[in-house]
């Protein structure tokens, strides 16, 4: 039976309370967490914005990543951009990038933890880029830890089941529109049984293990390291409703891995900081940004969910808000695509210059492929064209 929609309020009301001490001073003091970096290969532009303090990479030559693993920083993020791409070229880059990082790992070095970042509705190359970055680094993971919460937006792994928060209501992850994607699409939103049916069978939903939030609340990290130390199972579910059960599962996993384990991650972003010891700090502020005040800001939106169609629907009610419409149609005829280029860009320097804000989006209808290759094709044309555009 598939699971209903929860109240968001009474949903997180009803579960046992939260752990009381905070992690995160454990974790930046942990022995091994000093003698390690962490690695993230993002699938897509967005991961990093959970982080602070870090580099960001879009290539990876050996010696920058030597560089990095020799220096000070607590983690460091690769943009591979892998969710633009198809299957096959997924797994050959991240195969390359895992090959980069043993390469550049050398005695004396911090040891590399790897994680792939993935989409907190669970679109993206599952599992085939993960076990393709699992061969290059050479094996030997006792599993594929698999946290998609991302609290921060919505996002919430209760009873194994995935939610995304809508309101005040949380929606099964298989009932949203994320999961009819063209290219990633799934049915199931209970995690076990999404793997299931990503790997076609072959890793079956009772095989699948899980970190409970019961485990998480009542526990607290010992038991969380307890449980990942007898782990059987070669991908486990780790669910979470707050960003201190991710921080109670950080410092889990950290001792577990003092015991000899060794895991690979898929996660969302939530997770990336708390494993990695950065605290937090406040949202940016106009006053950090150092905006000149002469011209207008630019706002660029590309993707086609309904969720980002009612925040753009929102924005373009706000005073003094410029809006050009991208006819995506227009992109990916060949004829017209150079003009409709032209005339955006027209369009939005005149606003600019007028000291207006911008919001340049995408026509909000979804156009996809015969199939998902195509699908994919279809994104990386109109994102060259918002490119183009600015």
């Not at 990038?97 to 190359?125: E, F, K, N, W, Y």
């Not at 494993?275 to 800001?297: F, M, N």
């Not at 000291?355 to 989006?361: E, L, N, S």
Request: with cysteine; hydrophobic share 45%; proline share 5%.
């Amino acid at each position: 039976m598939k699971p209903l929609a929860r109240a968001l309020a009474d949903t997180l009301a009803n579960l046992p309370s939260e752990w009381p001490d905070d992690p995160l001073p454990a974790i930046r003091a942990a022995p091994s967490s000093s003698g390690e970096m962490l690695v993230v290969l993002d699938d897509d532009p967005t991961g990093t914005q959970t982080v602070h303090g870090i580099a960001v990479l879009t290539e990876w030559p050996i010696e920058a990543l030597r560089a990095e693993l020799t220096s000070d920083r607590r983690a460091l993020y690769l943009l591979t951009n892998s969710r633009s791409m198809p299957l096959a070229q997924a797994q050959l880059l991240n195969a390359e990038i895992g090959r980069a990082i043993r390469t550049a790992a050398q005695p004396g070095m911090r040891r590399p933890v790897v994680i792939s970042r993935s989409d907190s509705t669970l679109r993206g190359h599952f599992p085939g880029e993960v076990e393709a970055l699992a061969d290059a680094l050479g094996g030997g993971f006792d599993a594929t830890l698999l946290i998609p919460a991302f609290i921060a937006g919505g996002r919430y792994t209760i009873d194994d089941i995935h939610y995304v928060a809508d309101g005040d209501r949380l929606i099964p992850a298989g009932e949203t529109d994320f999961a009819r994607d063209a290219t990633f699409g799934y049915s199931a939103s209970n995690l076990r049984e999404w793997v299931e049916e990503k790997t076609s069978g072959r890793v079956a939903a009772t095989s699948v293990g899980s970190i409970t939030i019961e485990t998480i609340r009542r526990a607290g990290p010992n038991g969380v390291a307890a449980q990942l130390a007898e782990l059987r199972s070669s991908v486990c579910v780790v669910n979470a409703a707050s960003e201190r059960d991710l921080a109670v599962v950080a410092l889990g996993i950290l001792q577990a891995e003092a015991r000899g384990k060794r895991f690979l991650y898929r996660t969302a972003a939530s997770i990336v900081p708390l494993r990695a010891g950065i605290s937090p700090r406040p949202l940016l502020a106009r006053a950090d940004l150092d905006l000149p005040a002469a011209t207008g800001g630019l706002i660029i939106v590309g993707s086609y969910v309904s969720k980002t169609s009612g925040q753009v629907a929102r924005l373009l009610e706000q005073p003094d808000v410029a809006s050009v419409e991208v006819h995506v149609e227009a992109l990916l005829e060949e004829a017209g695509c150079d003009n409709e280029i032209g005339r955006v860009a027209e369009a939005t320097d005149r606003r600019l210059c007028d000291g207006q804000d911008v919001v340049i989006f995408t026509s909000r209808r979804l156009v996809t492929g015969a199939d998902s290759e195509r699908s994919l094709a279809i994104g990386r044309k109109v994102s060259d064209g918002l490119i183009r555009i600015v």
